[in-house]
C-alpha cells in the first residue's frame, strides 16, 4: 500500500476500534501477474463467473465478447484493476470473525443481517459525512457497472491520479506482452470497457476529497 493511504487507513481503523470494528484488510495490493491469473482462470472456467446475484452461471453458451463483460462484472480486467495502485483494500470486521474462518466476501454478509453489517452502516455513515480520512467506496452500483462492493475502500486523494493518469495505450501493450485470455474480445470493446468497468465518475469522488486537506491529514478527524 501507498505510505499515505497507510497512515490515513491507520487513523481509520482508530476510529472504528472506538466505535467497536476490528477493521482489517482482507485484501490490498494485487499485482498484474495475480489479476492476469484470476482472469485466465475464469476464461478458461477453472473459476467460477458469477452473476449479479453473486452466483454461478453456465458460461459455456457465451461468446468471446459476452464471456468478457460477464467475468467483468466481478472481476478487473487485469492492468485496469485499482488494486494495482496501492491505494485500495478489501475490509472486514475481525470482531466478527471465528478463528481461522477464511474470509468470504459476499454482498449479503454486508446487507442488513449479515455478519459485517454493522461495519457497513458505520462507514456509510463515516463516508457521506466526509469522515473516513479519504476513503471512500468506488463500486456503489452507480455510475460504474462493476458490481456493487461494500467491502471495497479506495484511497481518494491517490486514486483519483491514479485514474486521470491512467494510459489505455499502455494497457493494450500489457495485455499483447502478457498473452491475456480473450484478448481479442477485449481488443475489440477497450473503449466500452474501460468506460463502464473502469472509469469512476469524479462525483463518487467528492465526499472523501472534500474531507481532505491535500496535506496528508483528514479535516473532520
Not at 485500495?88 to 454482498?107: I, N
Not at 463502464?196 to 483528514?218: I, K, M, N, Q, T
Request: aromatic content about 10%; glycine content about 10%.
Amino acid at each position: 500500500m501507498h505510505p499515505a493511504a497507510i497512515e490515513a487507513l491507520v487513523r481509520l481503523r482508530a476510529d472504528a476500534r472506538k466505535a467497536g470494528f476490528d477493521l482489517r484488510v482482507a485484501s490490498g495490493f494485487r499485482s498484474f501477474e495475480r489479476q492476469a491469473a484470476i482472469w485466465n482462470a475464469k476464461a478458461a472456467g477453472l473459476r467460477p463467473v458469477l452473476d449479479a446475484g453473486e452466483r454461478p452461471i453456465d458460461v459455456r453458451g457465451l461468446d468471446d465478447t459476452a464471456l468478457v463483460f460477464a467475468i467483468l462484472r466481478w472481476s478487473a480486467l487485469p492492468g485496469a484493476s485499482r488494486h494495482h495502485w496501492g491505494t485500495d483494500m478489501d475490509v472486514v470486521d475481525a470482531e466478527r470473525l471465528e478463528p481461522g474462518q477464511p474470509v468470504d466476501l459476499r454482498v449479503a454478509d454486508a446487507d442488513e443481517g449479515g455478519v459485517f453489517a454493522p461495519l457497513h452502516r458505520w462507514l456509510d455513515e463515516r463516508i457521506a459525512s466526509g469522515r473516513a480520512h479519504g476513503f471512500f467506496r468506488p463500486y456503489t452500483g452507480a455510475g460504474c457497472a462493476v458490481a456493487p462492493e461494500p467491502w471495497h475502500l479506495s484511497f481518494a486523494p491517490l486514486a483519483w491520479e491514479c485514474q486521470r493518469g491512467f494510459d489505455p495505450t499502455a494497457l493494450a501493450a500489457a495485455h499483447r506482452r502478457a498473452a491475456l485470455a480473450l484478448h481479442a474480445a477485449i481488443d475489440g470493446a477497450r473503449e466500452q470497457i474501460l468506460q463502464r468497468y473502469f472509469e469512476v465518475p469524479a462525483r463518487l469522488y467528492a465526499a472523501a476529497l472534500g474531507g481532505w486537506d491535500g496535506a496528508g491529514r483528514a479535516e473532520h478527524a
